[in-house]
């Protein structure tokens, strides 16, 4: 494999002199790599995510339960459009709300409406799991995630949401977390060649508590993995102090409307103050998502969440 490591890659932007960098072990005493370094100051830029329509996509990859009248329904051109509007610098396109066997063609469709808008392609997301044991299944869902690499290079899109699934029925979470490296590493060769970063998001299965999710991205050898932090996802006595610990390798966020804690019945509403110094504190730069998946209508609540997330930017 050709991919340049987080290490490899320190030396040469004479960053990582003193650096210690873990090697593909899986054992618990992996050594660690560095978090992300930015030079400058904290930049949070606001994008909003397609799943947050998910009921409202004309197309889809899944089954809908509560699909909108098809007089309400929308495409993606619809949803930049919508984000722009909205005042997002970003939008995230969700992958599975494009046409079936979407064309390149229609890919620079989506790239120009979204530059004739002024809003950037903040990034896509695929539903894979790199957790499959070797055959062909497993070699189905490394397929999938680099044709969306391919995909997201007409876009112009810097990033993809992947996920790192669940431990497979008789195996163990070892094995598991094993076959995850070794898919993230071949896919993150392959996005490295084009310039895209792939966030594992803290999304249930082997990456469910912080421990397992940076277990495999310090452990990847590239310097195109990261961490997506889904702000909603982490369901400790302590949300915020699971948040801070994956932060500072974090290359996209995703906010959600409302937090739940290990044995709380019901969600609380996000800290968003808390969740943007946290972010600040990392110095962190990039596009920060709103994932709206809350029970009340989106055109009434995204609007309103958004208008909270500026004002958090802003003070």
């Avoid at 790599?33 to 799943?51: D, F, N, V, W």
């Avoid at 598991?176 to 970063?197: F, N, P, S, V, W």
Wanted: proline letters at 5%; a positive charge.
């Amino acid at each position: 494999m050709n991919t340049m490591t987080r290490r490899d890659f320190l030396k040469l932007s004479g960053a990582g002199a003193a650096a210690g960098f873990g090697t593909c072990s899986t054992g618990p005493r992996a050594l660690a790599i560095e978090p992300i370094r930015r030079s400058g100051p904290p930049k949070l830029r606001l994008s909003l995510a397609a799943y947050s329509f998910r009921e409202f996509f004309k197309d889809a990859s899944h089954a809908r339960k509560n699909l909108a009248d098809p007089a309400k329904q929308i495409d993606m051109f619809q949803f930049i459009d919508y984000c722009a509007d909205q005042g997002c610098e970003g939008a995230e396109l969700t992958s599975y709300y494009f046409p079936k066997d979407v064309t390149d063609d229609y890919l620079r469709l989506v790239r120009a409406r979204a530059a004739k808008r002024g809003v950037a392609v903040s990034g896509t997301s695929v539903g894979n799991t790199f957790t499959l044991p070797k055959g062909e299944k497993r070699d189905k869902q490394i397929a999938d995630v680099k044709q969306w690499i391919d995909r997201a290079a007409v876009m112009g899109a810097p990033h993809i949401r992947v996920f790192a699934g669940s431990v497979p029925k008789g195996g163990n979470a070892a094995e598991a977390t094993r076959l995850c490296i070794e898919a993230m590493e071949e896919c993150c060769d392959y996005a490295g060649k084009k310039q895209i970063y792939l966030g594992i998001e803290n999304h249930g299965g082997i990456v469910a508590e912080p421990e397992g999710l940076l277990e495999i991205v310090r452990a990847v050898k590239s310097r195109w993995c990261g961490v997506n932090l889904d702000t909603g996802n982490f369901h400790g006595e302590d949300p915020y102090a699971e948040m801070a610990r994956c932060a500072p390798y974090s290359v996209n966020v995703q906010v959600k409307a409302e937090i739940k804690r290990k044995g709380a019945k019901e969600g609380e509403p996000s800290d968003l103050a808390r969740i943007v110094k946290m972010l600040r504190d990392v110095n962190y730069q990039g596009f920060v998502a709103l994932e709206y998946e809350s029970k009340e209508d989106p055109y009434t609540g995204v609007p309103r969440l958004l208008k909270q997330m500026k004002a958090a930017f802003k003070s």
